[in-house]
Each structure stands twice: as structure tokens, then as C-alpha cells.
């Protein structure tokens, strides 16, 4: 998941730069024995897997000792448990070995995956469908006499999945019609058939496989054309995750969801027009202890699909969302996750989902009037791990030119005290960056004359200014940052050729917000804001710059380069862009 600040505060890199991301895996929970009944037995009732037993105390007694170690020699013995002394292998687990022996040697000999082996394989599964429809509806009371066709339609599937090693057949298999049969056999009355279809479809969506950008669009669109958004999210209201097929059913399901919401066209879809967000919402307020793997893997879904588009947060908002989120972080106000575990990175998730929202105006409102303020307030307060989360929230809930709401509840919530005091005290960069965040909100938000604005204003005159001294310190440490950033910069041009830099200027740029210009930024705007608005404030900066040898010309140099890379004309940029550039516009004059 992309970097929130980065995404909603900090100002775009000028050319596009790759993110790398590093997508879960889900945890190993079929054991060898489980995967071998499935290959070889089949379920009377049909209800499980195609080709499986009931689950029973017999099966997961053999499963439990299903593995040995890598040299264990074989000795028959007449042990009427089936099992040997000497290395404590029992008869089906060698039966088991020689089971996937075989079927390594089946592999070795397969024969070449091009358009040809394709077009077979597509024609194969079809005619699989069709004649397990056809025996369920002769024998629909009768389930061992269509479990067979059933056996074989399960097999179809998983043989799909090679596919993902071979993307440059993607177009072809979507336009021979496969892609719309294997989504439609997520209504499939066999929720295990479901499940395979939405393991494969996992595996060939899946960032790892290499395919080009038209292979991976023409598969994705072909399962939304073939309405598998809404099958993915209806078959997910059938799983019981009690069961373990179901369970893994639900996690390969959001894999998938994780998968297409690369795209925020596609992101969008499943956000306003399949019911997932509900399901989301609802599965996230189940009480688990300890938290499952699923529950994690669903608040990290969450976060990503409000990331991507804004029409997702208006709609997770119009759900009461931002109350669900609100509610599960309240339990952190004093105390922490298990560190390590699934419940801290869930925590993780929620407080990002949260952050996303807020960057909506409905979802500033509904923050409001959730008290997500006050809720903010405490932890920042009493809070340990989510001390930073909350500040960070706070920050991007009272930025932008929506934000006076917030803002306003901030003071009203006796919140300034809560936050300068935080800033007079040590601090890493983190921290510091999201206060003089929430300070430069403050002062653009609140209206000229009101309370809450001349509350704010006090604080930074009191005790002889020391907040703009304070202020002033960092700046310096940034200015300094900065400079050190752009020396290397200016190395690294010489070492190569002038037609080159544009190649580089994403590097560059990026390189020097590292090196601390977002902040100085930050920094200048507050400081800019305080000489507009109070003299003795202004003949402090003036004074304390003096001494360094400067004035405030570094002030309005910082805001005029702001201004300056503020790319696009007004009728081609949104009403945010237009704002902050008339803010600068006018602070300058008063520096």
C-alpha cells in the first residue's frame, strides 16, 4: 500500500516513480494428507471439494503427522497401525510420496503450453461444465452418481492455473469465452467449485506473473464484463469460515479483490457497485480473539480500495463507515496490540482506512460528529502505539480547504494544548512534520476574528514567542538538510550528461523532499501566516533570522518556489490546487 502522506499531503513527483509493494501470501493451513484425500477420494453428499471426504477426528488425526523429514529410508513392516519404527512414516504417508512422485513425472512429460494446448484446454473445460450441469440435473438426489463429473470439472480448473505462467495467453483465453465460464462457476451449487475458481483466478491476477499491460487488462475485463465483481462479493456471503475451504475461499477472494484494485476504474467498481464495502464493514466488527488472519487481510483491503478512488470514500462513508473505524480504534486509546501479530498490523489498516476518509469533506463531517477528535485527543495523550497513528490522522482531518470543521473542534476540544505541547517537546521527524501540519491547517482554516483563531494565535505569541523560536530551530535544520540534499544532486550532474537530467528529475525531486523541503515548506507557510497576522510575531522572526545573518527573503523564496512548481493553469486544476496558490500569492506579499 502506497504511502498516505505521500498520496494525499507531500507534492507529486514529477515523473512517474514505481512503488514496490509486497502483497501477503497466505499461510499454509492444507496439509498433505488433506490435499492427497483430495485428489484421490470423493464426498457422497457433494458438498465438499469435488473429489473429498468428510472432515472427521479420523482425517485430522492423520493429518497432523503427515510430514517426514527429507532422508527417511522406507522399511515395510506388519505394525497393524501402519506405521514404522524406525523412521515413523506410516503406509499412506508413502503412499502419499509415491502419489506426488507420479504426478511430478505426469508434469515432466506435459506437453507444450501454446495457442493450440489452449484451444484443447479451453474446449476440455467447457465440455466438463456442460456434463456436470447436465448429471447434477439427471441425479440432483443422487449425488454419487455426479460427484464423478464433478471429480473431473474440479481437475479443469486447477489445470487453468498454469496459465499464470504463460500471460501471453491471456487475451487469447478471454476471447475464446473461458474467462466469463470459469467466473459463472462462482454460482456453482459446490461452494469448493466456487472456491478453485476463485483460487485460480487469484493466481492468474496475481503482481507476480509477468504479463504486459494489455494481457493483465484483457483478462480483468473479461471478468467484469462476465459480472464477476458481483459474483466474487455473492459467493463470499455463502463461505462459512468455520470451515477451513470456506476460510481459504474468503482469503483468496480478497487476494483477488487486492489484485484488480490496482486499477482505479476497476477499484471503483467494486467499491460502488458490488456490496464488498458492507461486507467489509461487517466482517471487521466481528469479535475475534485472537485476530484471524482474515480479519487483518480485510481491514488491509479496506484501506486500499478507499485509497484508490475518492468515489469509494464517499460511498464507505454514506455506510457509517467512519463510525465502524472510529469504534474499532477505541480500544487503543490506552492500551497496544501484540506486537508482531495480525492485530497490530489490523490497527495499521484501520488507522490508514480512517486517514483515507478524512481526506473527503463528508468524511471530515462524519469524523466530527463521530468525535474522532476527541478520540484523537486522548490518544495522543494516553496513547503509546497509537500516538503517532492518531497525530497523523488529526493532520490530514484538519488539512485542505475543507478542514475548518475539524479545526474548529480541535480548538474547541481543548486540543491546542494537547498539540503545542507536543511540539515544545522533543520529537522525531515524524512527528514534527504532522504538527507543523496541523499548526499551517489551523492558521488557513479558521476564520479571521473568531475565537478559535485568536485562541491559536495566542498560543504561538505566549511565553516571549517561543513556539516561533521553536519553529525558527527547525527551520534551520531543514534549510540545512536541503542544501546538503542538493549538493549531491548538483554531483551527480556533473557526472553526467545535461540530456540526461530530465531522466533523473523524479529521482532529484524526490531526494530533496527527503532531505526536507516538504517540511520547510511547512515551516515557511506557518512562519509566513504569523507575520501576516501579528507584528510583534513578525519582529521576532525578523529578529531571530537577523542574527543568523538572513531575513525573511528565505521566507518568500521558499513560498514563490511552491508557487512556482504548482504546474497547470486554474481552469485545469482542481479548486484545492486554486486555493493554496492564492494562499501563497497573498503570504508572500507579507514577508
Known sequence: MADIDGLFKKPN?????????????????????EAFKTARTTDPKGKGKAANVEDGDEEMGDAEGAQAGPDVDFVEDDDEEGRFFGGGVSKAQVEILDYMDEKEGDAAAQEKIDGAWLRRTALAFERKISRNAEMRGKFEDEPEKFMHSEEELDESIKSLSILSEHPELYEEFASLGCVGSLVGLLTHENTDIAGEVVEVISELTDEDVEAEAEQWTALVDAIVDADGLDMLVSNLTRLDEKISNDRNGVYHTLSVVENLASHQQTSEAIGTKTQLLSWLIKRLQAR????????????????ILLQSSPKNREKFTELNGVDVLLQLLSP??????VKGGEEEELLENIFDAATCIVHEFSGKEKFVEAEGVELALIMLREGKMSKARALRLLDHACGGDKGVIVCERLVEAVGLKTVFGLFMKKQDAQTTEHLLGIFAALLRNLPADTAPRIRTLAKFVEKDYEKIARILELRDGYAKSLKNAERQIEEQKKEIDEEEWEEHAGEWFSKRLDGGLFCLQMADTVLAWLCAEDDGAKKRVVEILGKKGLSTEVIRETLQEQLDSMEGDDDEVDEETKNVREMLATLIQFV
Request: no cysteine.
Open 288 to 303: 475475534e480473539s485472537p485476530i484471524s488472519q482474515n480479519k487483518q487481510y480485510a481491514g488491509e483491503v479496506l484501506a
Open 13 to 33: 513527483l514529477p515523473s512517474k516513480i514505481a512503488i514496490g509493494s509486497k502483497k501477503r501470501k497466505l499461510e499454509p493451513t492444507r496439509e498433505i494428507l
Open 332 to 337: 487503543y486509546r490506552k492500551r497496544d496490540p
